[in-house]
């Protein structure tokens, strides 16, 4: 299986300030016959079931702010929130699709207000 | 808008048995796949098992591979994950989580259930 690396573990940012979490798989998922990354980002707040942000490493799925937006191709992956607010703290995963069965989560990042 | 809730979980003993069950409406049932993903008390996301919209095609993880079985009916609008020989590692919430392609199954999902959780333990 492909495992997924999630760094760092947890990442404290102020109001209003850019939050960077990084995703690194053990091989690329990047498939070169249509050129996209199976790669997505999932947010999970607590209690709460996971919600899908990103899918194809940086196409933002309807209805999330576009203070979301991912990036990266290959191994080496990036969800930014351009401007943390409260309602973002939470736990996100990315997960790749490149493998059929085994798909595989990163062991996720937990963002916290500073 | 599409729901998916599940149910069946509960405390169970090692080696014993459970059936999940989880029914779904707001979307046509019989053209996605459907996966159950879980998650072990404060710990991450691990995909178990998928089943294709026709049920022609299952996948397992190779942790509960040989002792759970997916399986689905389109006439219900149910999918069901039977667990035998439960090890108190399966304890986890167990989510229902629709696949996104439509037709078959791609392992991204844009619906997820609340979950429901499965204590094994003497």
């Known amino acids: 299986d492909i495992v997924m690396t999630q760094f760092p573990a947890s990442l404290a940012v102020s109001l209003g300030e850019r939050a960077t979490l990084n995703c690194k798989s053990s091989?690329?998922?990047?498939?070169?016959?249509?050129?996209?990354?199976?790669l997505a980002w999932y947010q999970q707040k607590p209690g709460q079931p996971p919600k899908l942000l990103i899918y194809?490493?940086?196409t933002r799925e309807s209805g999330v702010p576009d203070r979301f937006s991912g990036s990266g191709s290959g191994t080496d992956f990036t969800l930014t929130i351009s401007s943390l607010q409260a309602e973002d703290v939470a736990v996100y995963y990315c997960?790749?699709?490149?493998?059929?069965?085994?798909?595989?989560f990163g062991q996720g990042t937990k963002v916290e207000i500073k | 808008e599409v729901q998916l809730v599940e149910s069946g979980g509960g405390l169970v003993q090692p080696g014993m048995s459970l059936r999940l069950s989880c029914a779904a409406s707001?979307?046509?049932?019989?053209?996605?796949?459907l996966s159950w993903v879980r998650q072990a008390p404060g710990k991450g996301l691990e995909w178990v098992s998928a089943i294709s919209g026709s049920a022609g095609s299952t996948y397992y993880a190779d942790s509960v591979k040989g002792r759970f079985t997916i399986s689905r009916d389109n006439s219900k609008n149910r999918v069901y994950l039977e667990m035998n020989s439960l090890r108190a590692e399966d304890t986890a919430v167990y989510f229902c989580a629709k696949d996104t392609e439509f037709g078959f199954a791609s392992g991204w999902f844009d619906k997820w259930g609340q979950g429901s959780l499965v204590t094994v333990s003497s």
């Open positions: 997960q790749q699709y490149y493998t059929t069965p085994g798909w595989t």
């Open positions: 091989q690329s998922v990047l498939y070169s016959s249509n050129n996209k990354n199976y």
């Open positions: 194809w490493a940086s």
């Open positions: 707001g979307f046509t049932f019989a053209s996605y796949a």
